[in-house]
């Protein structure tokens, strides 16, 4: 039994949490079942566990931070992403199997793993990375900052001159905003806040009286403070926040000394829970649950390695937490600040900008128009610009013909110029409905800002279905043309968000085909009215008929290897965790269907496993650019079929949301997708790692002396050879 285990299969301290009322994230089983029953369609030894196989993600994400072969501020990019996706894990995916564990359930996860079980390899996993997070910047991208000319100094290396500035800089710009909070029989322990960064402060009365004080380490104020200098130099000073506050806490508390004083971070649940069936007020209520956002209980404490016992002991006690919560760092913690030095001006440390150029030459609508009902057009972000959908909506919001528009948005960014253009639309005396996804997570509030907008100017805004999200993206523009009304669509793999299409590999498809945009108009119709069409000629539509079109073409793959015929997978997205959707490929696999997947992070499928995955190979790849689109391709007997989709092989995005699977048919598009997206993919040996059978990663390298093929740079070049003669004025710049 762990150390930490009750006989009762609890965690000790758990029983506190009966203090404070706690909202229930998931649906639970009635409290009268027994141990939950494993899924019948698969081995638990052919899954591998969702929560580790995440951990291994951010793990090639911070092997990227150890490449020396990327510029050092992309390295040090790459460390803070590592920090902020540890964040969002532990808030998100830790706190639901707490949850589990504090509720008494005992669920097997489908590795035949329970909740306590699952905590353990977490933590353990979590820890080594936590310190090979710190051991990456002290040992390694702190060194080379110093040679570049960036000095990250304690505050008791800079020199007397430069402690004096920054002690005047917080007298007047720093001490004012601080509130030190004390902790003794007439001060309740404070509140600590979500993600915040504090310090434990011990200090001593006349008396010698030791006291207990918490200060909270302000986040309206830049982490990293710039030196004061009157020297001019190439070289930046820069000095942590929390680290200049420790060293002036005497101005915080007169007549006392200060002894002790170390940095801890708190990690609360940040899972919302929206009661949406008894919500009458969808947006109050989603306010009301960001607002709790950061009450949520604490699922992890990270502390300053040289914190003594007692103190932790403090911090245990009063967060109600275990001691397997509390991870000793090497400070400083929260690197996801580093973030910040991206913005300093040195672009020889940076990745070279990449223009791409628009095929829209012209921003006159109908030159636009003009051009789709000649062919169709596909993008691929951000090798290509994300200005062409731009220019597609606003082309239809200046032209007088376009009668309406509609669509979907769910995250989109704090400075889109999507919201503006809809707003001109409705201004004009056009249609304009938008389906504003309330409960895209960690945009919640964002997206609430812009629904209020468009409501104000007259926009039909709809926020989605009882239960369910809208993930899809699309959009449809109702053009009359002579006699006739035609519509425009659309459709993609990722955001309406232009700043993540310049960072994010995502697809674009502009087309007027009748019997696309025919469907695209039925999906808007299910999802602002009440239909219930079940089909769609072109479009497959989650969750109505998304999973029964995908098992229905994976099925014809192994129809077609069992009838000697050509058969072949190659699926690339972002997560494979559906359990039903892995039993399938399992089959496929036995069946003689080869099987390629791209899957850039969660992957619980075991390739390799005689008898069962013999034929599956799965890669991953971690760029300069975020693999993010969906592509699903099926040799179907040497006539192969290409999906674009925004929906990744999860049970969420199969049966919890409004998804979208959309063919790219024309014969040099289709070429296109599979040619940029899927073979690049497998044959990239840079940036590219192969999943083995025990559910490591190992780099993928080049053989026979092959040369060095990196995805995602051929694919730069290519553009740029097609691009050579155009003046980098002309060109959206990533």
């Known amino acids: 039994m762990a150390a930490n285990e009750k006989e009762d299969g609890t965690v000790k301290g758990s029983s506190r949490r009966g203090k404070r009322p706690r909202k229930r994230t998931r649906p639970r089983r009635s409290a009268d079942q027994g141990l939950q029953p494993l899924p019948a369609s698969i081995d638990p030894a052919l899954y591998i566990n969702r929560e580790l196989s995440w951990l291994e993600f951010n793990q090639r994400v911070l092997d990227e931070a150890n490449d020396p072969s990327h510029p050092l501020l992309e390295r040090i990019k790459f460390l803070s992403i590592v920090s902020s996706n540890l964040d969002e894990f532990f808030m998100i995916r830790v706190a639901a199997i707490k949850e589990q564990i504090f509720a008494d359930l005992v669920e097997y996860s489908p590795d035949e793993r329970i909740p306590l079980q699952q905590l353990k390899s977490i933590h353990q996993r979590a820890a080594a990375m936590m310190r090979d997070m710190s051991r990456c910047f002290w040992k390694t991208l702190h060194p080379l900052l110093q040679e570049s000319g960036i000095h990250l100094l304690r505050f008791q290396h800079l020199s007397s001159d430069e402690r004096s500035s920054l002690e005047l800089v917080f007298a007047n710009e720093i001490f004012p905003v601080l509130t030190p909070l004390a902790f003794d029989p007439g001060h309740p322990f404070p509140y600590i806040s979500n993600l915040s960064l504090n310090l434990a402060v011990v200090v001593t009365d006349r008396n010698g009286i030791e006291k207990f004080a918490r200060v909270k380490v302000p986040d309206v104020l830049p982490r990293l403070l710039q030196v004061p200098t009157k020297e001019r130099s190439t070289r930046t000073k820069m000095v942590w926040l929390e680290d200049v506050i420790a060293n002036n806490l005497g101005m915080l508390f007169p007549g006392m000394a200060v002894k002790e004083a170390y940095g801890f971070r708190v990690t609360r649940n940040a899972d919302l829970e929206i009661q949406e069936d008894e919500a009458e007020d969808l947006i109050r209520s989603i306010e009301e649950s960001i607002k709790l956002r950061r009450f949520g209980s604490v699922v992890r ?109 769910y995250r989109i960014g704090s400075e889109s110029p999507l919201i503006a253009l809809l707003i001109r639309a409705a201004e004009s005396g056009k249609q304009v409905a938008v389906l504003v996804e309330l409960k895209a997570r960690f945009d919640e509030e964002n997206n609430i800002i812009w629904a209020k907008q468009l409501e104000r100017a007259g926009i039909h805004v709809v926020y989605g279905l009882v239960g369910l999200k809208t993930h899809a993206k699309m959009a449809l523009v109702v053009r009359r043309e002579q006699n006739i009304l035609r519509r425009y669509v659309h459709l993609g793999t990722g955001n309406y968000n232009p700043s993540t299409a310049r960072l994010y590999t995502d697809f674009s498809l502009l087309t007027c085909r009748e019997d696309i945009t025919r469907d695209v108009a039925e999906v808007f119709n299910y999802l602002t009215g009440y239909s219930t069409l079940t089909e769609y000629e072109k479009l497959c539509v989650a969750p109505i008929n998304l999973r029964s079109r995908l098992t229905a073409l994976i099925q014809r793959e192994i129809d077609h290897a069992k009838s000697g015929k050509p058969a072949r997978l190659i699926f690339k997205m972002n997560a494979l965790t559906d359990i039903a959707t892995l039993s399938l490929l399992y089959t496929a696999s036995a069946a003689g269907v080869q099987i390629d997947l791209i899957v850039r992070g969660v992957c619980c499928i075991r390739p390799g496993v005689r008898g069962f995955s013999e034929n599956i190979r799965v890669r991953s790849i971690v760029g300069r650019f975020l693999e993010h689109s969906r592509v699903y391709y099926f040799e179907n007997n040497g006539n192969p079929e290409v999906y674009l989709s925004s929906a990744d092989l999860m049970g969420r995005n199969l049966d919890r949301r409004v998804e979208l699977l959309f063919p790219v048919e024309d014969p040099t598009l289709r070429d296109i997708v599979k040619g940029e997206a899927l073979d690049e993919g497998l044959t990239d040996n840079v940036r590219a790692r192969t999943l083995q059978s025990d559910g490591s990663y190992t780099r993928s390298a080049s053989l026979n002396g092959s040369p060095a093929l990196d995805s995602q740079i051929r694919l730069i070049m290519a553009r740029q050879k097609s691009q050579r003669t155009t003046q980098p004025s002309d060109q959206t710049a990533s």
Do not use: C, W
């Open 301 to 409: 404490v990270a502390v300053e390695k040289t914190m003594p016992q007692r103190i932790k002991d403090i911090l245990v006690e009063n967060l109600e937490i275990t001691p397997d919560d509390v991870y000793d760092i090497e400070p400083p913690m929260g690197l996801g600040h580093l973030m910040e030095l991206m913005k300093l001006p040195r672009p020889e440390l940076k990745d070279p900008p990449h223009y791409s150029v628009s095929p829209f030459t012209d921003d006159d609508p109908e030159a636009i128009f003009s051009s789709l009902r000649q062919r169709d057009l596909l993008l691929h972000h951000p090798y290509d610009p994300f200005l062409p959908v731009v220019q597609f909506l606003t082309a239809a919001v200046n032209d007088p013909n376009v009668l309406a528009i509609k669509q979907t948005l």
